[in-house]
């Protein structure tokens, strides 16, 4: 994943949002990008960010996958709020299986679908 510490342009950005299967709480003890990501929206003021949120297309509906990937971008978007940045700052977009990266079924590949990735804009 990369996780660079910049965001030097407009553009993706994926970072390691750990979720438990099918689920919509964040793992935060193996989420420590989170507080990076907190960092730099409290050090530019100027950025809002895309959540879009997407989920592997191994089990379940479509329309089960959107509504799991919306709860995701909203958790990670509230808990970004509950740290002090704006809700106008933070957009989420849930994706659900629309935009894989990967099509295979390995669990090292199906961990790489079930992403966030955050879409840096100014306003």
Request: cysteine-free; proline content about 7%; glycine content about 4%.
């Given at each position: 994943?990369?996780?660079?510490?910049d965001?030097?342009?407009?553009g993706?950005?994926?970072?390691?949002i750990?979720?438990?299967?099918?689920?919509?709480?964040?793992?935060?003890?193996d989420?420590?990008i989170?507080?990076?990501?907190?960092?730099?929206?409290?050090?530019?003021?100027h950025?809002?960010?895309i959540?879009?949120?997407?989920?592997?297309?191994?089990d379940?509906?479509?329309?089960?996958?959107?509504?799991?990937?919306d709860?995701?971008a909203?958790?990670?978007?509230?808990?970004?709020?509950?740290?002090?940045?704006?809700?106008?700052?933070?957009q989420?977009?849930?994706?659900?299986r629309?935009?894989?990266?990967t099509?295979?079924?390995?669990p090292?590949?199906?961990?790489r679908n079930?992403?966030?990735?955050?879409v840096?804009?100014?306003i």
């Amino acid at each position: 994943m990369d996780r660079s510490p910049d965001y030097p342009h407009h553009g993706h950005r994926r970072y390691g949002i750990v979720f438990r299967p099918d689920n919509t709480s964040v793992v935060e003890k193996d989420s420590p990008i989170l507080g990076e990501v907190l960092k730099y929206l409290q050090e530019n003021p100027h950025w809002t960010v895309i959540l879009e949120s997407h989920k592997s297309s191994t089990d379940g509906s479509s329309r089960a996958d959107l509504e799991i990937t919306d709860k995701r971008a909203r958790t990670v978007a509230s808990w970004l709020e509950a740290h002090g940045i704006a809700a106008a700052r933070l957009q989420p977009k849930a994706l659900g299986r629309s935009k894989p990266i990967t099509e295979k079924d390995t669990p090292q590949e199906i961990q790489r679908n079930e992403r966030i990735e955050l879409v840096k804009s100014t306003i």
